[in-house]
């Protein structure tokens, strides 16, 4: 079974903490970027989602958001939570990473 409750952190060093987690799924905790953002002043940042039922399902697909702070963007997450043959658990996640645009003009490259 899987649960996202707890601390994760990536193959670039990027940290995810889970401090809630509700019987219905949602969850909430925080966000810190790796080195390999290479900026400085983004600042660990909070973060809501939800998770599939794990009672159901045993390796549960999820979501999330997180809303930077100091920065007008916000980023999205959504992936799955995968059991290993040795019990090890492992995210695995894509997102899209979205910036404020001046005008319509620049909305093309606004989103990463």
């Not at 996202?4 to 219905?24: A, F, I």
């Not at 949602?26 to 809501?48: H, K, M, Q, V, W």
């Not at 980023?75 to 005008?103: I, K, M, P």
């Amino acid at each position: 079974q899987c649960l996202l409750s707890g601390s994760w952190r990536s193959d670039t060093g990027c940290r995810m903490v889970v401090s809630v987690l509700g019987k219905d799924g949602r969850f909430s905790g925080s966000y810190l970027p790796g080195p390999a953002a290479g900026d400085s002043e983004i600042l660990t940042s909070p973060l809501e989602g939800s998770q599939q039922d794990a009672w159901l399902v045993p390796q549960p697909t999820f979501s999330f958001t997180v809303h930077w702070r100091l920065r007008v963007r916000t980023t999205a997450f959504l992936g799955q939570c995968y059991v290993g043959t040795n019990g090890e658990e492992t995210l695995h996640a894509l997102w899209l990473l979205r910036e404020a645009a001046d005008s319509p003009a620049e909305d093309w490259k606004a989103t990463r």
